[in-house]
């Protein structure tokens, strides 16, 4: 018996997201996320996982002719949607962005350039950040902070530093993003780097140290709703009370905080002579 192709159907999915876990593990199970035409009023459409790891939906508006197969050039059906993402299990921060579909590729997050006129810096796959309270992988490095605005003049009063980003380096390298939550507690954590003497000699790995700076990018805003994330990734970089002494405090500002890092050893970091990071708002 002969079959005879009678008609070749094409379909797309709306959207294809791929989300970054700061840890590198799957979020896919307890996750959720939901995507809906920016300021439309409409609800939003669940996204769902894949057994690949990314996140799809279709049935998004306007974009029906796209979804089945029609048309090749996704600008001329371009449209603002806006995703939430929500982890009930406390992995990772809420989070909410904005992203221009169609795309003829996974979904790229399209932030403004640093100066007018920039091209957008585009970021693949769309970070997520830990949650303070979440565990942290056996083997791994973490750091701690509660992060406040100045003055210090009375540290349990100071206003927390909502959605801060802590940055924590080995010389010019970044190990490791953080972000603040409403209350400006941080959590960053990473696999530990190569020892600084690596092969100098035998001794406990509990004995080795790593010198590493941590600085801070903040932008008051408010700690009641979650920001976007393109104006998160864009607040600018701001001194660091690098220490805070005497009666009534004289804070001590740089452009970055000198941290030790001791293997094994969780590490919450503090402004000296205060209790919590500070930062200028």
Do not use: K, T, Y
């Given at each position: 018996m002969s079959v005879r192709e009678m008609e070749r159907l094409r379909l797309r999915p709306g959207v294809g997201l791929r989300l970054e876990d700061p840890f590198g593990g799957p979020l896919g199970e307890g996750l959720q996320a939901s995507i809906v035409l920016a300021d439309s009023g409409l609800p939003p459409v669940s996204l769902l996982p894949t057994p690949s790891g990314y996140w799809t939906a279709q049935g998004l508006p306007g974009l029906r002719a796209w979804e089945a197969g029609e048309g090749d050039d996704p600008a001329l059906l371009a449209r603002l949607f806006e995703v939430a993402v929500n982890d009930p299990r406390g992995r990772v921060l809420p989070s909410r962005f904005r992203v221009r579909l169609p795309q003829n590729r996974l979904a790229h997050?399209?932030?403004?350039?640093?100066?007018?006129?920039?091209?957008?810096?585009?970021?693949?796959?769309?970070?997520?950040?830990?949650?303070?309270?979440?565990?942290?992988?056996?083997?791994?490095?973490?750091?701690?902070?509660?992060?406040?605005?100045?003055?210090?003049a009375d540290p349990d009063k100071a206003p927390a530093a909502a959605w801060a980003l802590v940055d924590v380096f080995q010389g010019a390298t970044r190990l490791a993003t953080g972000l603040a939550d409403a209350r400006g507690e941080a959590l960053l954590a990473f696999p530990y780097p190569e020892p600084p003497d690596a092969g100098a000699g035998t001794r406990s790995a509990f004995d080795v140290t790593w010198p590493l700076t941590l600085s801070l990018r903040y932008r008051r805003q408010s700690a009641a709703s979650i920001p976007l994330l393109c104006d998160l990734l864009a607040q600018p970089a701001k001194p660091v009370a690098r220490s805070a002494a005497g009666e009534p405090p004289v804070v001590v500002m740089g452009a970055d905080l000198s941290i030790s890092l001791r293997y094994g050893q969780p590490l919450a970091v503090a402004t000296p002579g205060a209790r919590a990071l500070f930062v200028q708002p």
């Open positions: 997050l399209a932030c403004p350039g640093v100066a007018p006129g920039d091209p957008p810096i585009e970021h693949f796959p769309i970070p997520l950040f830990a949650a303070p309270a979440r565990s942290v992988p056996a083997g791994w490095a973490c750091v701690r902070a509660s992060v406040r605005e100045l003055p210090v």
